[in-house]
């Protein structure tokens, strides 16, 4: 009996799941393989109270296009709610509101022609088409001499350090373009947090015949004399007709054993921060003013970003639970990857007497840390000379990853758009169809 080649899907985050669904939708028979057990990657939930909440902070933008028109090919688009929350950041000391032209306009630390200067080049990127102005200049550089000194010094600068740390001088314009081009002061949310999306996802991957292997490792690829692609995890081997590996690229080639090296060094390349995430559940509201982000512009705090997620989605939603997200992007040999869960809740919590005066350690109810590699690419200026290609040299192996999102390092909506492309590409390339028995699984 013929049937459809396999495809093999590594890697169960947006990438993973929406090629899986759209490859199933092709006809092709697909099996998923997560090291979590979970569905989501980056995006995944967990459990609070009756509801989900995501392990890292997450929302649409309006120009999210590609995950809006999915969450309503889903069903789901009753639950995905639209709102305009405040968006600040903190500079000696104050926090202030800093997400729309006329809160630009009211920035007191700058003078006013100071504030009219970044505005009008805050205008200049949202309508700039395309990153490609942009490569050649590091965001750095390229902010001084444009926003002023004073502008990026007090607003730019702080930012980029925060996020990058040392890296900060070498990162690109271009990815720094993204980040403003597509923002919109309208945020999405979904009830229920985006674990609803993939949960979704995978209900219908089972419904047209995929399967899903979670809490499974891959430990090893190769491609066999016949062009099929043997996976090894810790579980299973499999062999493929295609394989679609959503891992980071350097990880990939990692564990490709039969790759030329010629390509391992043209492409194992770059590098990523891993995402360190401290999440507190406290008695009452830690911003006041109501914002919803606030960017750490100052020294001193041990996180980058305070996100008060109760600030957009209702407190009720989380059975009367104010929710915090204290975030941080890091070397993934940083010392913070290593220190005890409750050692880092019980430094952070003296800083946020900073931000609200009235806070007190018994505020807190609950809290949870999560942890994620390869979560923030380096995105020098040379980073898209070294993108490599979707088709590898062994030809029945795919690449996708966010390091293929370029110039957005990371985004759902970039890697649904993503997903889609690569999956009507391998569904057009596909082998032809083999037998049932060398498709399955390897004795």
Same mark, same amino acid.
């Given at each position: 009996?013929?049937?459809?080649?396999?495809?093999?899907?590594?890697?169960?985050?947006?990438?993973?799941?929406?090629?899986?669904?759209?490859?199933?939708?092709?006809?092709?028979?697909?099996?998923?393989?997560?090291?979590?057990?979970?569905?989501?990657?980056?995006?995944?939930?967990?459990?609070?109270?009756?509801?989900?909440?995501?392990? #890292?902070?997450?929302?649409?933008? =309006?120009?999210?296009?590609?995950?809006?028109? &999915?969450?309503? *090919?889903?069903? !789901? $688009?009753?639950?995905?709610?639209?709102?305009?929350?405040?968006?600040?950041?903190?500079?000696?000391?104050?926090?202030?509101?800093?997400?729309?032209?006329?809160?630009?306009?009211?920035?007191?630390?700058?003078?006013?022609?100071?504030?009219?200067?970044?505005?009008?080049?805050?205008?200049?990127?949202?309508?700039?088409?395309?990153?490609?102005?942009?490569?050649?200049?590091?965001?750095?550089?390229?902010?001084?001499?444009?926003?002023?000194?004073?502008?990026?010094?007090?607003?730019?600068?702080?930012?980029?350090?925060?996020?990058?740390?040392?890296?900060?001088?070498?990162?690109?314009?271009?990815?720094?373009?993204?980040?403003?081009?597509?923002?919109?002061?309208?945020?999405?949310?979904?009830?229920?947090? #985006?674990?609803?999306?993939?949960? =979704?996802?995978?209900?219908?991957?089972?419904? &047209?015949?995929? *399967?899903?292997? !979670? $809490?499974?490792?891959?430990?090893?690829?190769?491609?066999?004399?016949?062009?099929?692609?043997?996976?090894?995890?810790?579980?299973?081997?499999?062999?493929?007709?295609?394989?679609?590996?959503?891992?980071?690229?350097?990880?990939?080639?990692?564990?490709?054993?039969?790759?030329?090296?010629?390509?391992?060094?043209?492409?194992?390349?770059?590098?990523?921060?891993?995402?360190?995430?401290?999440?507190?559940?406290?008695?009452?509201?830690?911003?006041?003013?109501?914002?919803?982000?606030?960017?750490?512009?100052?020294?001193?705090?041990?996180?980058?970003?305070?996100?008060?997620?109760?600030?957009?989605?209702?407190?009720?939603?989380?059975?009367?639970?104010?929710?915090?997200?204290?975030?941080?992007?890091?070397?993934?040999?940083?010392?913070?990857? =290593?220190?005890?869960?409750?050692?880092?809740?019980?430094?952070?919590?003296?800083? !946020?007497?900073?931000?609200?005066?009235?806070?007190?350690?018994?505020?807190?109810?609950?809290?949870?840390?999560?942890?994620?590699?390869?979560?923030?690419?380096?995105?020098?200026?040379?980073?898209?000379?070294?993108?490599?290609?979707?088709?590898?040299?062994?030809?029945?192996?795919?690449?996708?990853?966010?390091?293929?999102?370029?110039?957005?390092?990371?985004?759902?909506?970039?890697?649904?758009?993503?997903?889609?492309?690569?999956?009507?590409?391998?569904?057009?390339?596909?082998?032809?169809?083999?037998?049932?028995?060398?498709?399955?699984?390897?004795?």
């Amino acid at each position: 009996m013929q049937e459809k080649p396999r495809v093999g899907v590594l890697g169960a985050g947006a990438l993973g799941l929406v090629s899986a669904y759209r490859l199933l939708r092709r006809g092709l028979p697909v099996t998923v393989i997560e090291r979590e057990t979970v569905l989501g990657g980056l995006a995944a939930g967990f459990p609070v109270g009756d509801t989900y909440l995501d392990r #890292f902070y997450h929302h649409l933008f =309006r120009s999210d296009r590609q995950a809006i028109a &999915l969450i309503d *090919e889903l069903g !789901l $688009g009753a639950n995905l709610h639209w709102l305009r929350p405040k968006t600040s950041i903190l500079h000696s000391g104050r926090t202030y509101q800093l997400d729309s032209p006329l809160s630009v306009l009211r920035f007191s630390p700058l003078s006013l022609w100071e504030r009219l200067r970044m505005g009008m080049v805050i205008a200049l990127l949202k309508v700039a088409p395309s990153e490609k102005y942009f490569e050649g200049a590091t965001a750095d550089a390229w902010l001084a001499r444009y926003m002023g000194r004073r502008p990026h010094e007090v607003v730019w600068r702080p930012q980029l350090r925060a996020k990058f740390g040392e890296r900060y001088p070498e990162i690109s314009m271009a990815w720094m373009w993204a980040r403003i081009h597509d923002r919109t002061t309208q945020l999405g949310y979904p009830s229920g947090g #985006f674990q609803t999306m993939y949960d =979704r996802l995978g209900q219908e991957i089972a419904r &047209l015949g995929g *399967e899903i292997r !979670l $809490g499974e490792t891959v430990a090893g690829i190769e491609e066999e004399p016949d062009g099929r692609i043997r996976v090894r995890t810790n579980r299973h081997e499999q062999r493929f007709a295609q394989v679609l590996s959503t891992l980071p690229t350097r990880v990939t080639l990692q564990l490709t054993s039969t790759l030329p090296e010629e390509f391992r060094r043209s492409y194992e390349w770059g590098e990523a921060y891993g995402a360190h995430c401290v999440i507190l559940s406290l008695e009452r509201q830690l911003l006041r003013d109501g914002t919803y982000w606030l960017s750490v512009a100052e020294p001193g705090y041990p996180f980058m970003a305070v996100v008060e997620h109760t600030n957009l989605m209702p407190a009720g939603d989380y059975g009367g639970r104010r929710l915090v997200y204290l975030g941080n992007y890091l070397p993934m040999n940083h010392p913070l990857f =290593r220190t005890p869960d409750e050692q880092i809740v019980a430094d952070y919590l003296p800083h !946020l007497k900073r931000l609200n005066p009235d806070f007190a350690p018994d505020w807190l109810r609950e809290s949870w840390v999560f942890k994620a590699p390869y979560a923030q690419p380096i995105v020098t200026r040379e980073f898209a000379a070294h993108i490599a290609p979707h088709r590898t040299p062994l030809r029945n192996l795919w690449l996708a990853s966010m390091f293929h999102v370029y110039p957005h390092d990371r985004g759902q909506n970039y890697s649904i758009a993503l997903a889609n492309k690569v999956a009507a590409r391998m569904a057009a390339e596909a082998p032809a169809g083999e037998s049932r028995a060398a498709a399955g699984a390897t004795p």
